[in-house]
């Protein structure tokens, strides 16, 4: 089955049981027609995080890439940014930027500023890394040619960060539109902060108890996920496919369903143009000398003058908390303590389903065929947007604690699944023919063979899923339902109530930075160590 | 003269240790050298010939083209590369122009040259594809038209046939003797690294042995052989048990 037909009929499904459920007056129509304005203004959120990003990582990258003093403290920055559990800053952003900036504004530059951060710091490293990455003889050819200046940037730099880009631009989406969906429901949750959007959309259409119109709204966010996926992502991974080195010609097999030449043509249009842009900049940069050092000390200017802010609200109100205690915050270790306990048990759960139906999805190339596109389009849609439909289910039956465990569940299983289905993938048939003539199989073939095998890729999707849990925490433990505020005890909820329901900075600067911690802690005790010895002494050798 | 070798020596160092690389060469390339550069593996030759073309520097001593220090980007200097280094974002046509286009050369001209050396090398009907749908030799018939474009009066090639099997080297051979045969055809002189000495006998007029590292100039032999040279012909294979005792 191919991939792409499959999203067409899951598209045409949406579509119609959306038209059922507005045929059988299940939805009334002025509602309905909200969802267009609703997705645009999500989508547009999007976007506008997206190039932000993209600009971000460009510069960043670049100069990490080319400047050696400035790669020693950029790098390591970066890898702390990306450790740190993104959502549980929302709060923090909120009330910053509402303090800057009053009402509705203040609340969107928050959300967008999500977004960017969810989507920056692995687009950053993918120029970094591509940029480094040239072959040698590719970099000795263009010196040889003499290629500098804006012929160098246009010929070579920019077309080799082309492939990374790309693929790690469909990362950022992917956890953007989590950020996105998040943020519009976090902020829900307030009267004053709310933002229109299709997040917005599902959690306030399930509060009224329009269960109906909720699941049209949901339809629509996947139809979106999944046209952006077969018109434009699928389309640009094989344009983007002439600029990678591995010219030893292999094509993958094309997963298109409709003749994509006009979609690539575009692209590369649009390829060329931006290329222009950046090469007319660069010129104008180098022809004008003031400009040139103007960029250059203005970069380390407002980097510095950022920094400086940053510490200096940071250290001042961090000074302020500890000076004068809040008086929740002897409950946040215990609140910690909590959180972790609904992890591990969603861990638990993630790790005893994902395990078995990894290896069979592996080692069934007729079962993956038809498994894999529908594990792939399950997994697109962002875990959070299911959020309300489950707390519809569980409140009927008044399980909070139980929704709360599923929806962390859903935030941590595909990373588990797609990791270690690739892990039992790398299993050689060198290995399974040696397995197979010493007659090693069954419980010692799972523990010799298998697990052994799976073993690095179950570390590294463990410490993603993790990753992805934490932040589906934040939403998991706060609920207005109905008027009526349900909460369970936990990390989450103290962020929550400490932005929302009685602002406290202080609340959140301590939550926020006990959480970082925690995850700093368990990243260094448990998951490096794994990690280092699955690269060690599991590694399948390529 | 063209080139002139002047005590080139090279160290690197690794984990505070210096290594010693290449010890004191001096040699000069003239007008119509085919010069082929041999010696067991890790002496050194892509080292010297990347020094040479001015993509490293050497520890002491220099490389003078006419007279001058040589830099990286000299146009008259030219390099073909073992994996090729083809540009996969460029046609094969876009990868000959961009060398001219770094010289500056019209469009128009750009045009006319890079069809010229595509013929040259048997590449007409290919002008449009992308390397990655190109076989081994045929790309690397676009490094050399690449290469040829620039119109050098020095071509350095390091490794050019290695990773290409035997019979499409072959034939890539021959077409290179052709065209080096004909005498309006750039280069006026040429480098090679190999360390394949039977393809260094058939295709150099001048051999130099480096010896194992510290690579040294061992020797440097005129080969003087009649052109087309045959691999069956006794005396060729007196020619390569010759480098071969010279290397050992």
């Known amino acids: 089955m191919k991939k792409g037909h499959f999203i067409l009929a899951v598209v045409f499904f949406l579509i119609a049981v959306t038209f059922a459920f507005y045929f059988f007056d299940y939805i009334d129509f002025p509602d309905l027609s909200l969802i267009p304005s609703y997705a645009a203004a999500s989508f547009l959120r999007m976007s506008l995080a997206y190039f932000f990003a993209l600009c971000f990582a460009l510069s960043y990258g670049y100069v990490a890439a080319t400047n050696k003093r400035a790669r020693s403290f950029m790098l390591p920055f970066l890898d702390i940014l990306q450790s740190i559990p993104i959502l549980g800053f929302f709060p923090a952003a909120v009330l910053f930027f509402i303090s800057h900036i009053h009402g509705r504004p203040g609340v969107e530059m928050a959300a967008i500023f999500l977004i960017f951060t969810s989507m920056a710091w692995n687009l950053a490293f993918g120029v970094y890394e591509s940029l480094t990455n040239i072959p040698k003889e590719i970099v000795e050819a263009a010196n040889s040619f003499g290629l500098r200046g804006w012929q160098r940037l246009e010929k070579l730099t920019i077309p080799a960060c082309v492939p990374k880009m790309v693929y790690n631009s469909i990362i950022s989406w992917s956890a953007g539109w989590f950020f996105l969906v998040a943020s519009e429901i976090i902020s829900a949750g307030s009267e004053s902060y709310k933002l229109p959007g299709i997040g917005s959309f599902l959690i306030e259409s399930t509060y009224s108890g329009k269960i109906a119109l909720m699941l049209a709204g949901l339809s629509a966010l996947i139809i979106?996920?999944?046209?952006?996926?077969?018109?434009?992502?699928?389309?640009?991974?094989?344009?983007?496919?002439?600029?990678?080195?591995?010219?030893?010609?292999?094509?993958?097999?094309?997963?298109?369903?409709?003749?994509?030449?006009?979609?690539?043509?575009?692209?590369?249009?649009?390829?060329?143009?931006?290329?222009?842009?950046?090469?007319?900049?660069?010129?104008?940069?180098?022809?004008?000398?003031?400009?040139?050092?103007?960029?250059?000390?203005s970069g380390y200017?407002?980097?510095?003058?950022?920094?400086?802010?940053?510490?200096?609200?940071?250290?001042?109100?961090?000074?302020?908390?500890?000076?004068?205690?809040?008086?929740?915050a002897y409950s946040i270790p215990l609140a910690i303590a909590y959180s972790f306990l609904r992890l591990g048990a969603a861990y638990i759960i993630c790790i005893l389903w994902t395990i078995p139906v990894a290896v069979y999805i592996a080692r069934n190339k007729k079962a993956s065929s038809y498994l894999m596109p529908i594990m792939e389009v399950t997994a697109s849609i962002p875990a959070i947007a299911l959020f309300p439909a489950i707390v519809v289910i569980f409140m009927r039956y008044g399980n909070l604690e139980l929704a709360s465990i599923l929806l962390v569940l859903l935030g941590m299983q595909w990373y588990m699944l797609f990791n270690l289905i690739s892990g039992v993938k790398s299993i050689s048939n060198d290995l399974e023919n040696v397995a197979l003539s010493y007659g090693i199989k069954g419980k010692l073939y799972w523990k010799k063979v298998i697990l052994p095998a799976m073993f690095p890729s179950f570390v590294t999707g463990s410490i993603t899923a993790w990753g992805g849990g934490w932040n589906t925490l934040i939403v998991a433990e706060y609920i207005t339902f109905n008027g009526n505020v349900y909460h369970l005890f936990g990390i989450g909820y103290l962020l929550d109530r400490a932005t929302f329901e009685s602002p406290d900075p202080g609340m959140v600067i301590l939550s926020v930075l006990s959480m970082s911690l925690t995850i700093i802690i368990l990243n260094k005790l448990i998951w490096q160590p794994l990690y280092r010895k699955a690269l060690t002494k599991y590694k399948l050798e390529v | 003269?063209?080139?002139?070798?002047?005590?080139?020596?090279?160290?690197?160092?690794?984990?505070?240790?210096?290594?010693?690389?290449?010890?004191?060469?001096?040699?000069?390339?003239?007008?119509?050298?085919?010069?082929?550069?041999?010696?067991?593996?890790?002496?050194?030759?892509?080292?010297?010939?990347?020094?040479?073309?001015?993509?490293?520097?050497?520890?002491?001593?220099?490389?003078?083209?006419?007279?001058?220090?040589?830099?990286?980007?000299?146009?008259?200097?030219?390099?073909?590369?073992?994996?090729?280094?083809?540009?996969?974002?460029?046609?094969?046509?876009?990868?000959?122009?961009?060398?001219?286009?770094?010289?500056?050369?019209?469009?128009?001209?750009?045009?006319?040259?890079?069809?010229?050396?595509?013929?040259?090398?048997?590449?007409?009907?290919?002008?449009?594809?992308?390397?990655?749908?190109?076989?081994?030799?045929?790309?690397?018939?676009?490094?050399?038209?690449?290469?040829?474009?620039?119109?050098?009066?020095?071509?350095?090639?390091?490794?050019?046939?290695?990773?290409?099997?035997?019979?499409?080297?072959?034939?890539?051979?021959?077409?290179?003797?052709?065209?080096?045969?004909?005498?309006?055809?750039?280069?006026?002189?040429?480098?090679?690294?190999?360390?394949?000495?039977?393809?260094?006998?058939?295709?150099?007029?001048?051999?130099?042995?480096?010896?194992?590292?510290p690579g040294k100039v061992m020797a440097d032999l005129k080969i003087e052989l009649p052109r087309p040279r045959n691999r069956k012909d006794p005396e060729f294979y007196r020619w390569v048990d010759k480098v071969y005792s010279l290397i050992v």
Request: charge should be neutral; charged fraction near 25%; proline fraction near 4%.
């Open chain 1, 224 to 297: 979106i996920i999944l046209l952006l996926e077969l018109f434009i992502w699928k389309p640009m991974q094989s344009w983007a496919d002439r600029f990678s080195y591995d010219y030893r010609g292999d094509k993958k097999p094309g997963d298109f369903i409709f003749n994509t030449r006009i979609i690539k043509r575009s692209f590369h249009f649009i390829f060329k143009a931006f290329s222009r842009v950046m090469v007319s900049l660069y010129i104008i940069f180098h022809k004008n000398k003031i400009f040139e050092a103007a960029a250059k000390y």
């Open chain 1, 301 to 328: 200017l407002t980097l510095a003058a950022a920094i400086g802010y940053i510490l200096y609200l940071l250290l001042g109100s961090v000074a302020k908390v500890f000076l004068d205690l809040p008086p929740g």
């Open chain 2, 1 to 213: 003269m063209l080139t002139e070798i002047r005590g080139v020596s090279k160290t690197y160092e690794s984990d505070g240790n210096k290594i010693l690389a290449l010890d004191n060469i001096n040699f000069q390339v003239d007008d119509n050298d085919f010069i082929c550069i041999v010696g067991p593996s890790g002496c050194g030759k892509s080292t010297l010939l990347r020094i040479i073309v001015g993509l490293e520097k050497p520890t002491c001593g220099e490389v003078f083209f006419k007279g001058e220090v040589i830099a990286a980007d000299n146009p008259k200097v030219a390099m073909v590369f073992q994996n090729f280094a083809l540009f996969p974002w460029f046609t094969v046509k876009e990868n000959i122009k961009l060398a001219l286009e770094a010289l500056g050369i019209k469009e128009k001209e750009q045009d006319e040259i890079a069809g010229k050396y595509i013929k040259a090398v048997g590449l007409d009907g290919f002008e449009r594809v992308y390397p990655r749908e190109l076989s081994g030799g045929m790309k690397q018939r676009v490094g050399f038209a690449r290469a040829l474009a620039v119109e050098p009066v020095l071509l350095c090639m390091d490794e050019p046939f290695s990773s290409l099997d035997a019979l499409t080297s072959q034939n890539l051979k021959d077409d290179l003797l052709m065209l080096w045969a004909e005498k309006n055809m750039p280069p006026d002189a040429v480098i090679m690294v190999t360390h394949n000495v039977e393809e260094a006998v058939y295709l150099a007029n001048r051999i130099i042995i480096l010896s194992r590292r």
